[in-house]
Structure formats: structure tokens, C-alpha cells
């Protein structure tokens, strides 16, 4: 099974800033990554799927980059909506797995 | 509009069952893989079981073989996870999740969710 590691477990951020976060794969999983955002109470919400492909109505500020083993998610200018967990997880094998998430709140 | 609707959450003591159902809308179900994903409280994303469009093939994870059946019913639009055996660790909200799959040996990533049911096994 492959492992996922999120970085950090918690990013303070003013809105309007820029985040980045960090995921990482045990084992290279190609292209084969997603990224979704969960808020408190809701259930997830794709953002990002091969990597860097934004889900439909995704707002371009979020991005993804990365292959192999090391990916990124970048939210440009963070709005107040943006205030949630995400998590990365891979798909490249049976079973697929998720990171730990990272939790981004308000500096 | 794609919409997953779970129900069949609730308390149950250890030991005993329980069935989950998600109806599904808005697009053609049985064209689709669908999986169940669980969160125990205050934790991450698990993955427990995926079913392919057809109901051919079905995968579950370790923590749930044996225990979990997974099934689909394409003429009703219904996803389904039977649970036995329940566990206090299998306390969680489980929600059902629709799968794109982009090829052969992949498990695809969750495009739609339901809003989750959940599902506390506690005597």
C-alpha cells in the first residue's frame, strides 16, 4: 500500500496570501494524484485530479503541480472561503490512498 | 445535477449489522465505478470499497474484507454496503462516493460526494 504524507498538518495563512502544500508519495504514483478540500461538517469536494487537471467550477487560483513522488497545491490569494482540510490522495494502484491532510486556517 | 443521497447510519452495538444505501441521480449510474469512504471523527479519509459500473467486480480494504459487502442495484439507482461484524473502530461517517477510474489498475479519484451517514458502534 502507499503511503501519503501531508506537510505541514497546519498552515497559518492571512487572506490574500499565498499557500502551498505539500504531498508526498511513498512510491511514485506518475501523474495519478487528487487534491480535495473538506470544510467542517461537509463532505469533500474535489479540487484537482491528474495532478494539475482542475475539477469543473474550481476557481483558478487553486493549482496543482508535481509527478512521481512530490506534489504541490497552491491557492494563490487565499479567500475566507478557502479556510478548510485538504487532503491529496494517490490513485495509481488498487487500493487508493489518502494523505493526513493539511489544515489551513486563518493567521 | 449529480446527487448521492446516504442513509442507513446509526448506532449499533459491536457485533451487529448494519446496511447502508446511497441513491444516486443526475447521471447514469451504472456507467459508473462507485466506492463507500469513511472518516472515523476528528480523522482523515479512508477508503473502504469500490464497486465497478456493472457490479462485476468489487474491492475492498483490508480493515473490511470479510465483513463488508458491497452491491448495486442499476435498475434503482442504489449503491449499497452491508456491514456485519461491526467494530467500535468502524465508528465513522461512510459516504458514498462517485468514481472515475482513468484506466486499467487504477482506483480512480471521487468526482461526486454524498453528504455522508453516520454509523457509531458502541454498546
Known amino acids: 500500500e502507499i503511503v501519503m504524507t501531508q506537510s505541514p498538518a497546519t498552515l497559518s495563512v492571512s487572506p490574500g496570501e499565498r499557500a502551498t502544500l505539500s504531498c508526498r508519495a511513498s512510491?511514485?504514483?506518475?501523474?495519478?494524484l487528487a487534491w480535495y478540500q473538506q470544510k467542517p461538517g461537509q463532505a469533500p469536494r474535489l479540487l484537482i485530479y491528474g495532478a494539475s487537471t482542475r475539477a469543473t467550477g474550481i476557481p483558478a487560483r487553486f493549482s496543482g503541480s508535481g509527478s512521481g513522488t512530490e506534489f504541490t497545491l497552491t491557492i494563490s490569494s487565499l479567500q475566507s472561503e478557502d479556510f478548510a482540510v485538504y487532503y491529496c490522495?494517490?490513485?495509481?494502484?488498487?487500493?487508493?490512498?489518502f494523505g493526513p491532510g493539511t489544515k489551513v486556517d486563518i493567521k | 445535477e449529480v446527487q448521492l443521497l446516504e442513509s442507513g447510519g446509526g448506532l449499533v452495538q459491536p457485533g451487529g449489522s448494519l446496511r447502508l444505501s446511497c441513491a444516486a441521480s443526475?447521471?447514469?449510474?451504472?456507467?459508473?465505478?462507485m466506492s463507500w469512504v469513511r472518516q472515523a471523527p476528528g480523522k482523515g479519509l479512508e477508503w473502504v470499497s469500490a464497486?465497478?459500473?456493472?457490479?462485476?467486480?468489487?474491492y475492498y480494504a483490508d480493515s473490511v474484507k470479510g465483513r463488508f459487502t458491497i452491491s448495486r442495484d442499476n435498475s434503482k439507482n442504489t449503491l449499497y454496503l452491508q456491514m456485519n461484524s461491526l467494530r467500535a473502530e468502524d465508528t465513522a461517517v461512510y459516504y458514498c462516493?462517485?468514481?472515475?477510474?482513468?484506466?486499467?489498475?487504477?482506483?480512480?479519484?471521487?468526482?461526486?460526494w454524498g453528504q455522508g451517514t453516520l454509523v457509531t458502534v458502541s454498546s
Open positions: 490522495q494517490q490513485y495509481n494502484n488498487w487500493p487508493g490512498t
Open positions: 443526475g447521471f447514469t449510474f451504472s456507467s459508473y465505478a
Open positions: 464497486i465497478s459500473g456493472s457490479g462485476g467486480s468489487t
Open positions: 512510491q511514485s504514483v506518475s501523474s495519478n
Open positions: 462516493a462517485k468514481n472515475f477510474l482513468p484506466g486499467p489498475g487504477s482506483s480512480g479519484w471521487y468526482g461526486y
